[in-house]
Structures are given as structure tokens and as C-alpha cells.
């Protein structure tokens, strides 16, 4: 799945936020000084093109909608990481959040725990 640009990510999070929208009704989501509504368009196309948001056509026009939650957003861009910068190793995925001191050796140890009773 291709990476989201920053402004495709706030049209998703607008997306996640609302449920299913016409691209017209992005725009009350967007304080003045607005976008226009063709690069609004272009985003939600390209959106839908990278597999994140999807449509239903109502006569001429499209309503779009998520076609995944954040989680799954979410769980798709630490996959494209680890596969990228990682050399496709969750396990230097932990070790990185250790040395950044993003999770400590205590948190591994309850969720080794919580992983061997089947908790998770």
C-alpha cells in the first residue's frame, strides 16, 4: 500500500471523523481560507486510488467512504516500514521502540505475558 502524503491524511482523518461524504461536503470541514474544491478532488482520488477510501455512485456524483479504519491504516504503514527501513524484521522493530524508549523492558515483559496466556 502506497505511503499517504500529509494532505491525504487529513482528508482521512476528515473521513474517519465523518463516515461517507460527497467532496463538496469536505469542504465545511476546512476553515477559510478553503481549498479548492478540484484539489480536494484530486486528493480523494488519489486517496481511492492508493486503496484507502472507496465510492458509491449516485447518479453522477460519488459519495466516498473509508475503506479501512485507522487500525488497519495504521498496521498497513508499520508493515510498509518494517518491510522498507527494516529489512522486514519486527524484531528490530521492538528493538528500535526499546532504544528510543518507546516502550520499556517492563511493558515487553506484561505483553510477553499477556501474548503467553493468549490475552491479546
Excluded at 491504516?73 to 528493538?95: A, D, F, H, P, T
Amino acid at each position: 500500500m502506497k505511503r499517504l502524503t500529509g494532505r491525504e491524511e487529513a482528508v482521512m482523518e476528515l473521513f474517519w471523523e465523518h463516515g461517507a461524504m460527497f467532496v463538496k461536503d469536505l469542504m465545511e470541514y476546512y476553515p477559510d481560507p478553503k481549498p479548492h474544491i478540484n484539489t480536494l478532488s484530486s486528493h480523494v482520488r488519489s486517496l481511492e486510488a492508493k486503496g484507502y477510501i472507496a465510492h458509491k455512485e449516485y447518479g453522477g456524483t460519488y459519495q466516498y467512504y473509508p475503506a479501512m479504519g485507522r487500525e488497519e491504516c495504521g498496521q498497513r504503514n508499520i508493515e510498509n516500514i518494517v518491510k522498507r527501513s527494516l529489512n522486514n524484521s519486527y524484531m528490530s522493530l521492538v528493538s528500535c521502540l526499546v532504544h528510543e524508549e518507546k516502550i520499556s523492558v517492563d511493558e515487553l515483559k506484561e505483553l510477553i505475558e499477556q501474548i503467553e496466556n493468549n490475552d491479546i
